[in-house]
């Protein structure tokens, strides 16, 4: 069964191609990948979001709960902080990347991805049980849009009874918007600056309507998931089912920054500490290409005959013009500069190995 967004009228009206995005019907585009993805780098793009999953804790021991659920550590966070971060299993394989925002002393929100918010709430529910603190599943109360790009600042703040100009990058506050309470985050998945505003049900279409309208008066456009898409892979952040998934660990993945290994307990604590001490056999690295032809996930990475990795996501960078991929690769080949290529349909195309992102906005 596909559940509709609850702005799945407000998307019709628009003429949005609509696509099955894990068991959700969301947008894919309004009208072209390109004009979408070009305005959330030059203006502004506004997404629906309402598929992610939201999961509000809240305890007198709330903050030690996720600190053990999560690779992190949840009660070091200031109030209206957000933290990016991680559920893994008890060998330290990756069951979903989440954001988390302090939303009180005894309160946080979980924001998990679609595909994987049943997973999180149960992790959650069960890991947070001998603690003092409750799980509640809150996807079905709440819609989330997504303004991103240069011009969000312009957009956003007006309408609200904030000053969104002070608020900092993965910070959040409560505030009005379109006569209703809302929560507003500085946070996004473009490599843009941008705002996330979580809205109750009931509101999300006169908080579309009104974001929409701001984003159309500064030149910027709806945008779909398939636009979502290519921006995040320009700004190498990594998505889960290609990058992430049960079989990588936050180290393979290059993101054992947001690992904290300084707690009493954790799940997968233990499996983690021993993976920090040695080197991933494969780490994700970034891939730049030559010509048109773009490598796509699945494609094998190849060197001197013998395949070395995988491509977990590839397109042609409508920013930079040249095709571009993230791809698990032999730690050993791991080093930018390095020549390899990819298999794509029996053609082995020269790419060479980069730092990521591939694009980094000006700030």
Same mark, same amino acid.
């Given at each position: 069964?596909?559940?509709a967004s609850?702005?799945?009228?407000?998307?019709?009206?628009?003429g949005?191609?609509?696509?099955?995005?894990?068991?959700?019907?969301?947008?894919?585009?309004?009208?072209?990948?390109?004009?979408?993805?070009q305005?959330?780098?030059?203006?502004?793009?506004?997404?629906?979001?309402?598929?992610?999953?939201?999961?509000?804790v809240?305890?007198?021991?709330a903050?030690?709960?996720?600190?053990?659920?999560?690779?992190?550590?949840?009660?070091?966070?200031?109030?209206?902080?957000a933290?990016?971060g991680m559920? @893994?299993?008890?060998?330290?394989?990756?069951?979903?990347?989440?954001?988390?925002y302090?939303l009180?002393e005894?309160?946080f929100l979980?924001?998990?991805?679609?595909?994987?918010?049943?997973?999180v709430a149960?992790?959650?529910t069960?890991?947070?049980?001998?603690f003092?603190?409750? $799980?509640?599943? =809150?996807?079905?109360?709440?819609?989330? $849009?997504?303004?991103?790009?240069?011009?969000?600042l312009?957009v $956003?703040?007006?309408?609200t009874?904030?000053?969104?100009?002070?608020?900092?990058?993965y910070r959040?506050?409560?505030?009005t918007?379109?006569?209703?309470? $809302?929560?507003?985050?500085?946070?996004?998945?473009?490599?843009?600056?941008?705002?996330e505003v979580?809205?109750?049900?009931?509101?999300a279409?006169?908080?579309?309507?009104?974001?929409?309208?701001?984003?159309?008066?500064?030149?910027?456009?709806?945008?779909?998931?398939?636009?979502?898409?290519?921006?995040?892979?320009?700004?190498?952040?990594?998505?889960?089912?290609?990058?992430?998934?049960?079989?990588?660990?936050?180290?393979?993945?290059?993101?054992?920054?947001?690992?904290?290994?300084?707690?009493?307990?954790? @799940?997968?604590?233990e499996a983690?500490?021993?993976?920090s001490?040695? =080197?991933?056999?494969?780490v994700?690295?970034?891939?730049?290409?030559?010509?048109?032809r773009?490598?796509?996930a699945?494609?094998?990475?190849v060197?001197?005959?013998?395949?070395?990795?995988?491509?977990?996501?590839?397109?042609?960078?409508p920013t930079?013009?040249?095709?571009?991929?993230?791809?698990?690769?032999?730690r050993?080949l791991?080093?930018?500069?390095?020549?390899?290529?990819?298999?794509v349909?029996?053609?082995e195309l020269?790419?060479?190995?980069?730092?990521?992102?591939?694009?980094?906005?000006?700030?």
């Open positions: 069964m596909t559940t609850p702005l799945a009228a407000a998307h019709a009206a628009l949005a191609s609509m696509t099955d995005f894990a068991g959700w019907s969301m947008p894919l585009r309004y009208a072209s990948d390109l004009a979408e993805h305005a959330v780098r030059t203006t502004a793009g506004i997404f629906d979001l309402s598929h992610m999953g939201e999961l509000r809240s305890g007198p021991r903050a030690q709960a996720l600190d053990h659920a999560l690779v992190g550590k949840p009660s070091t966070m200031p109030l209206g902080r933290a990016y559920v @893994v299993d008890a060998d330290g394989g990756i069951l979903d990347d989440v954001v988390t302090r009180g005894q309160e979980v924001v998990a991805n679609a595909a994987n918010s049943g997973v149960r992790e959650l069960t890991r947070c049980a001998p003092d603190a409750v $799980v509640a599943d =809150e996807t079905a109360d709440w819609a989330l $849009v997504a303004v991103q790009g240069p011009a969000a312009a $956003v703040d007006p309408l009874d904030a000053d969104l100009s002070g608020l900092g990058y959040c506050l409560p505030t918007l379109a006569g209703s309470e $809302v929560l507003v985050a500085r946070t996004g998945y473009t490599g843009e600056d941008g705002f979580f809205a109750p049900v009931a509101a279409t006169a908080v579309w309507d009104a974001l929409l309208a701001a984003t159309r008066e500064h030149g910027g456009v709806p945008a779909g998931l398939a636009c979502r898409d290519t921006l995040r892979l320009e700004a190498g952040m990594p998505l889960y089912g290609h990058e992430l998934s049960r079989d990588v660990t936050p180290y393979a993945a290059g993101l054992g920054r947001v690992v904290k290994l300084d707690k009493d307990s954790g @799940v997968g604590l983690l500490r021993e993976l001490t040695r =080197e991933p056999a494969r994700l690295v970034g891939l730049r290409g030559t010509g048109r773009a490598a796509r699945g494609y094998s990475v060197h001197d005959g013998s395949a070395v990795g995988v491509v977990t996501s590839g397109a042609l960078s930079l013009g040249f095709p571009v991929a993230m791809a698990h690769v032999e050993g791991a080093a930018p500069g390095t020549a390899l290529a990819v298999d349909r029996g053609t020269p790419v060479e190995v980069v730092v990521l992102p591939f694009y980094r906005r000006e700030r």
